[in-house]
């Protein structure tokens, strides 16, 4: 049991790291503009499948160039990110800012469906195994069993992401911008904030960490349909535990459930899904707001 404890702080600290990556986009699209997109679950999927494609038709034509598959997975992740942020936002989000959640996460559930059969139609229904980027970097010995460097990049990836976040909002006067967008869009706007512009970028780079989640996951999984809907449950658990709209408490949640996934994993496998939804029922119960989550004044 001790020589495993090792290996698990690393698998719970890559799952950790991967559904922070995939969660935060999420957290930040709720903290800013209170849209709870359903559809996240999808920007991961497309940009899981958009990198499988990609590598799968370069590996084809270039069998020699494999070491530029590295590069597949930020141009898939940027090109399918924009495109489904910017058609998401002008023709569906824009026309209910301002409505009840409800009807939010109903047109956003709506979209989850779409695309999840649009990616039938795009992809088919064959699995994809993008594993050329994960191999290329090798694995490294640890205490005489090899890991792969691959799962470890992630964990500094998703660092940098968490204090790329901490250091616009709390030094840049972007950040302090949006803090005021988050507290109170009707002041921000009294004051000549162009809060439109605010929620576009926001829901742009909130879609773009979706769709870089389901870029890395790729080499890592076998892409297949339903993946997105996996995916949007966990994330959920994630920022719920963390407390909706904190970029940091999706951290923390992310980690309180990677932790707790691979324990039960590595000792009892049965209950890998149920502890998930276990730890969040914990937190929960304590702090209904989440870890960091903040009680909210509803306006009548």
Request: glycine letters at 8%; charged letters at 10%; hydrophobic letters at 55%.
């Amino acid at each position: 049991m001790i020589n495993s404890i090792p290996f698990i702080i690393l698998d719970s600290l890559v799952y950790g790291s991967w559904l922070f990556l995939v969660a935060s986009g999420l957290t930040l699209i709720y903290g800013v503009m209170k849209v709870l997109n359903v559809a996240h679950g999808s920007l991961y999927a497309f940009g899981a499948y958009s990198t499988a494609w990609l590598i799968g038709w370069f590996i084809n034509k270039f069998p020699d160039l494999e070491i530029f598959t590295f590069l597949i997975i930020p141009i898939a992740s940027l090109t399918v990110g924009i495109i489904l942020s910017l058609f998401i936002e002008k023709f569906f989000l824009k026309k209910i800012y301002f409505r009840d959640e409800i009807v939010i996460v109903l047109v956003t559930y709506g979209l989850f469906l779409i695309f999840e059969d649009a990616m039938k139609l795009i992809f088919g229904t064959s699995s994809y195994l993008p594993y050329q980027p994960r191999m290329l970097l090798g694995n490294i010995n640890i205490f005489g069993l090899p890991y792969v460097i691959y799962d470890l990049a992630i964990i500094i990836i998703a660092i940098l992401i968490w204090y790329l976040f901490y250091f616009i909002m709390k030094y840049t006067k972007i950040g302090k911008l949006l803090l005021t967008v988050i507290s109170d869009r009707e002041i921000s706007l009294a004051l000549g904030i162009n809060v439109n512009k605010f929620f576009i970028y926001t829901f742009t780079i909130g879609c773009l960490l979706g769709c870089l989640g389901g870029a890395i996951s790729a080499p890592m999984i076998s892409v297949v349909p339903g993946i997105g809907v996996e995916v949007i449950v966990l994330t959920f658990a994630v920022v719920v535990t963390g407390g909706l709209g904190s970029v940091s408490g999706a951290a923390i949640g992310a980690l309180l459930i990677g932790f707790a996934r691979t324990i039960a994993i590595f000792y009892a496998p049965q209950f890998e899904l149920f502890i998930v939804f276990f730890v969040m029922a914990v937190i929960l119960s304590f702090k209904p707001e989440g870890i960091f989550g903040k009680k909210e004044i509803r306006k009548i």
